[in-house]
T-cell receptor, first 112, second 116 residues
Framework: ETGVTQSPTHLIKTRGQQVTLRCSSQ?????VSWYQQALGQGPQFIFQ???????GRGNFPPRFSGLQFPNYSSELNVNALELDDSALYLC???????????FGSGTRLTVV | GEDVEQSLFLSVREGDSSVINCTYT??????LYWYKQEPGAGLQLLTY?????DMKQDQRLTVLLNKKDKHLSLRIADTQTGDSAIYFC????????????????FGRGTQLTVWP
């Protein structure tokens, strides 16, 4: 049973650019959530996808958007990058919006 | 469920017990979790407790829940240098409180340092 995998592990972008982060959920999981973890902070909920539809959203602007595909993998897109978007982005998956999410190792995004 | 509080730092000597404390905000939270994060890594689920329990033990880990005070603690027995990491407390309020089902609210984490 493979866990949650995220790509890339690190990337550097320039302010104003756009970025796409990818996540493969754990086998058998149909729910994916994305979290942003700024340095020294706990993870903050961005949104959740369940069966290819956005199922809930945290306090993030519309330039943060996502997709979930029929195989339940997911993308997080961020437009018009700002310096404050620099963070570790974590993807987590579970079955049927249940409890006990499995987290990936994250993508470290640096905006310069 | 937006102000989960934890102390930021804890230092212990190898072999001693560690106790990490957390206060959470929503007394109706259904599950409460402890996650571990090692440097440069994602989050590892250590253990969780359902809200109708007051204690859960899993090998070296003991979780205590005081619902009246909204206080959660994690005790690590015989702490090892490999336990050095950041420990996050998290809660999941019920969906009927307007929260997304399964959404986690995290504290800022407690940095545990274990000295040999």
């Amino acid at each position: 049973e493979t866990g949650v995998t995220q790509s890339p592990t690190h990337l550097i972008k320039t302010r104003g650019q756009q970025v796409t982060l990818r996540c493969s959920s754990q086998s058998g999981h149909n729910t994916v959530s994305w979290y942003q973890q700024a340095l020294g902070q706990g993870p903050q909920f961005i949104f959740q996808y369940y069966r290819e539809e956005e199922n809930g959203r945290g306090n993030f602007p519309p330039r943060f958007s996502g997709l979930q595909f029929p195989n339940y993998s997911s993308e997080l897109n961020v437009n018009a990058l700002e310096l404050d978007d620099s963070a570790l982005y974590l993807c987590a998956s579970t079955r049927d919006r249940g409890y006990g999410y499995t987290f990936g190792s994250g993508t470290r995004l640096t905006v310069v | 469920g937006e102000d989960v509080e934890q102390s930021l730092f804890l230092s212990v000597r190898e072999g001693d017990s560690s106790v990490i404390n957390c206060t959470y905000t929503d007394s109706s939270s259904t599950y409460l979790y402890w996650y571990k994060q090692e440097p440069g890594a994602g989050l590892q689920l250590l253990t969780y407790i359902f809200s109708n329990m007051d204690m859960k033990q899993d090998q070296r880990l003991t979780v205590l829940l005081n619902k009246k005070d909204k206080h959660l603690s994690l005790r690590i027995a015989d702490t090892q240098t490999g336990d050095s990491a950041i420990y996050f407390c998290a809660e999941t309020p019920p969906a009927d409180r307007g929260s997304t089902l399964g959404r986690l609210y995290f504290g800022r984490g407690t940095q545990l340092t274990v000295w040999p």
